[in-house]
């Protein structure tokens, strides 16, 4: 099986941007596991399903189907031929995401869809269960953090880049929270930080220091100068 480096963590802790810096300095295609947990529940909001009642999403999770291609680094994802964007990116789709990705045959759904992304070649995954469930063999897994005010500071600088902000910097520490509350005690594959990952607190670290950080503590065989 090709190489897989996981990362875990809450959202705004850095995965997306240390998984996709480590990814291109190393060659692995970046994997962004949560954008799947979005497009199920964009495709739930889009097809009026009620995102509180798990046994409709659990049926409805049947009938997704994502396509999943290798493009400039990273893995796309497309349905029915058509790529989500940001539109999976709102305060609207935020909200639903949580109940959908409690849902365990959601999680079962896109649990299979990472493994068959190894046929592609080397990967780096970030998610919340990626080092616990998906790729637990995995000698390569980390785990990251940071403190709330500093994740909350990240996700509304992000959104403002996109233009997509409508929240104060309070509501969205306040979503952070709340979708830690429900990833890290929901029954299937919640957050946690997985035995033998590598935590690194992203608070007070820039970006080159955490990535530097995963670098250093890969298998040297891994390693590519």
Known sequence: MNRVIAIDGPSGAGKSSVSKRVGTMLGFLHVDSGALYRIMTWQ????R???ANPAAVAAFA???????VPRNGAIAYFVKGQEPGDAIRTPEINKHASPVATVKEVRDRVTAWLRGMTRFGDLIVEGRDITTAVFPES???FYLVASAEARAERRR?????KGI?????EEVKRSLLARDAIDTTRKHAPLRKADGALEIDSTDLTLDEVVQTVIEALPAEWRRT
């Open 44 to 47: 739930c909001l889009l097809n």
């Open 49 to 51: 399903i009620d995102t």
């Open 62 to 68: 049947q009938t997704v189907n994502v396509e999943c």
């Open 139 to 141: 000698p390569a897994r």
């Open 157 to 161: 600088k992000e959104e403002v880049e």
């Open 165 to 169: 902000a409508n929240q104060s910097a």
